[in-house]
């Protein structure tokens, strides 16, 4: 495997500490509703990480919550609730968002306010070791103190100086960065040997991956636009505190959605919800989008190539569905697209190769079953390869389902409902019942027996499978 090192500025061969990978991604600041440039980052990742798992590496994965900062405080003061209560309920939020686009949850998600003691314990440790030093309540990282700042973003600190900084009263370099906040009236703080204040953005994600990863991890990621200054000061901090290189063996940074010409942010005001997309698009619409282009490249949002995502997805769904041809086998080389399948992703994690590899599997797919072979090989190797880069449509292969509560209720609605003209499911396997119960469904709707309809859904997530429906029809998948 090779992966694209922002800190070499190349490719390098992926040789971690061991077999287990550490992984910390950068997390949300729960403020606002998520919007597709953090479905962006976060699917990315999370195909990231499923391949290493494939791969046979185990994988332990930290994603930090920002769950106090400027725009928190400022939004909760402006709604009038605590900044504790916003936060949680957006971090709530962002976990539903999650979930519905298909990421697992990764080992950890710290939130800053839950790791102030390991904070100020790095703190302590950097002023013990002349790295940086407290002024007014506050405390700030010497930049100059660190002889290689700037290796990350491959910029002097002259260079970053010629675009500006704040010039502040306390600080004895404009680009020192504060690592502990003196209070203000009316923001949360807590007790420090400084005084009463709160930790500065870039110090938690180095507290919190010594503390749970160790000194040195293998990859770190997050969106290009963490670079500088973010990424930079975690680098400073966290070698300087604990005197070892490297920090991060991997800097795997994705890059930015557009919309238009601008970057897709909440301060622009041209976001469009993760909540949104997905009712627009479906899970697996969107995640195509986002893979659909390397990792490292921008991606350009608009409604043509979501629709472009969605057609593709829905003839990934179509060649892994129920129709199987005859009894003979179809002559379709299975060997040949899972060695390019693995040659694209171990390229730096080239999905978009890797896609191109699943549409020319679905389309041979399509051809044997057409001509009348047996295609259920094929189409189980691609329900691996989806499931491997998060798509639904492979979630059935997943799915280790007893098949005779299914089976029980498809009888019970064939019962209730003789007119829907389904003949029953003759696999052992609950996933043909509840493909079955699926478009029975669908019927019942197209039919107006609205009741019906819902009570297949309700008993079906009773069962343990959650039903999701998207412009290209329903998928289901495992709870």
């Known amino acids: ?155 002097s600190l002259e260079t970053m100086m010629s675009g500006g900084c704040a010039i502040e009263r306390d600080k004895e370099h404009p680009m020192d960065f504060a690592l502990w906040k003196a209070v203000k009236p009316g923001e949360p703080s807590w007790p420090s040997p400084w005084g009463e204040g709160r930790p500065g953005w870039h110090i938690e994600c180095s507290a919190m991956s010594l503390k749970y990863l160790g000194e040195t991890i293998d990859i770190h990621g997050g969106g290009q636009d963490l670079i500088f200054p973010h990424h930079e000061n975690e680098i400073a901090q966290s070698e300087c505190f604990t005197g070892r290189k490297p920090f991060v063996k991997y800097w795997l940074h994705n890059g930015m959605l ?121 189409q189980s190797l691609l329900r691996e390869l989806g499931g491997i880069i998060g798509l639904t449509f492979a979630a059935r292969e997943q799915a280790a389902l007893d098949a005779a509560p299914f089976r029980d209720l498809q009888a019970e609605i064939s019962a209730a409902a003789p007119g829907l003209g389904l003949a029953a499911p003759e696999s052992d396997e609950a996933a043909a019942y509840i493909d079955w119960l699926v478009t029975a469904r669908a019927t019942l709707r197209k039919q107006k027996q609205f009741a019906t309809a819902d009570e297949i859904r309700n008993r079906l997530d009773g069962l343990g499978v959650v039903l999701e429906d998207g412009p290209s029809g329903t998928v289901w998948k495992r709870k």
């Open 1 to 155: 495997m090779k992966v694209f090192n922002t800190l070499s500025g190349r490719k390098e061969d992926f040789q971690p500490q061991g077999d287990e990978v550490k992984m910390y991604v950068c997390g949300v600041t729960p403020y606002d509703e998520c919007h597709i440039g953090h479905a962006m980052s976060y699917i990315i990742f999370d195909v990231i990480r499923r391949y290493l798992k494939y791969r046979g590496y185990r994988v332990r994965h930290i994603q930090n919550v920002t769950d106090i900062d400027d725009k928190i405080i400022d939004r909760a003061s402006a709604r009038g609730i605590s900044a504790k209560d916003l936060a949680d309920g957006f971090t709530e939020r962002f976990f539903e968002d999650m979930d519905a686009l298909n990421i697992e949850r990764v080992e950890e998600y710290p939130r800053a306010t839950g790791e102030i003691d390991k904070i100020i314990e790095v703190i302590g440790g950097l002023i013990d070791k002349g790295y940086a030093y407290p002024a007014g309540g506050s405390v700030y990282f010497r930049v100059k103190s660190c002889s290689d700042y700037g290796k990350l973003s491959h910029r």
């Open 258 to 378: 557009v919309f238009g010409d601008e970057k897709m942010s909440k301060s622009l005001g041209n976001l469009v919800t993760i909540r949104q997309a997905l009712a627009d698009y479906g899970v697996d619409g969107l995640r195509i989008f986002v893979l659909s282009s390397h990792y490292r490249s921008p991606l350009t949002y608009s409604v043509e190539t979501i629709a472009a995502a969605v057609r593709g997805a829905e003839r990934l769904r179509e060649a892994v569905a129920s129709r199987h041809g005859g009894d003979a086998a179809a002559e379709i080389d299975l060997e040949a697209p899972h060695e390019q399948f693995v040659a694209a992703m171990d390229d730096d994690f080239n999905t978009a190769r890797a896609l191109a590899v699943m549409f020319d599997l679905a389309r041979d797919i399509n051809r044997a079953a057409d001509s009348g072979a047996d295609v259920t090989a094929a």
